[in-house]
């Protein structure tokens, strides 16, 4: 089952307190590296032991969450009518995709795609843009096949030999 919800209920942070903190090193930089989930600076940081200002930024936003049985196994954030600033050429309110993620025991099965389309559904007619690495191709690849458009790339940003790509749709 996929449902948009604004507030997240103690059952579902925790959940999704338990993804983030499984998946936190498969992200450029570590989420427990980050401070935010719109955090600029993404060159890699001393990681703390866990993603936990991150997760409490997280939680503030808007998901659309993949529930089997009682528990969530994926999960999209987002920021509706978010205003995006990066590089010198983007400046755009856009619902900005912060997050995505999905239980490895569950990957591969369409939730990423299916989240997605849950969004562009519950938000019609709006700009969605996200950013994220340019070594993460099966996201990327993903994002091509949704109809996104690559508008900036940051070189090195995120260390030698690892951009920062900004994607959008419906610009």
């Not at 703390?48 to 999960?75: E, M």
């Not at 993903?142 to 900004?166: C, E, H, M, P, Q």
Request: charged share 20%.
């Amino acid at each position: 089952m996929f449902k948009a919800v604004t507030t997240l209920s103690k059952r579902y942070k925790n959940d999704i307190r338990k993804l983030v903190q499984a998946s936190d090193s498969e992200f450029v930089p570590p989420l427990s590296a980050r401070g935010s989930t719109t955090q600029k600076n993404l060159e890699e940081s001393a990681a703390t032991d866990a993603p936990t200002d991150y997760f409490n930024t997280l939680i503030t936003q808007s998901f659309i969450l993949c529930i089997k049985g009682f528990h969530v196994v994926g999960f999209l954030s987002y920021i509706p009518d978010h205003k995006l600033e990066a590089g010198d050429n983007v400046n755009m309110t856009c619902d900005y995709i912060s997050t995505i993620i999905v239980d490895p025991r569950h990957r591969n099965h369409g939730i990423t795609t299916a989240m997605y389309h849950k969004l562009f559904k519950h938000r019609p007619g709006k700009i969605y843009a996200t950013r994220t690495w340019s070594l993460n191709h099966t996201h990327i690849s993903l994002l091509n096949k949704l109809g996104f458009s690559l508008i900036l790339t940051l070189k090195d940003d995120r260390g030698a030999g690892v951009d920062t790509v900004y994607y959008s749709k419906g610009h």
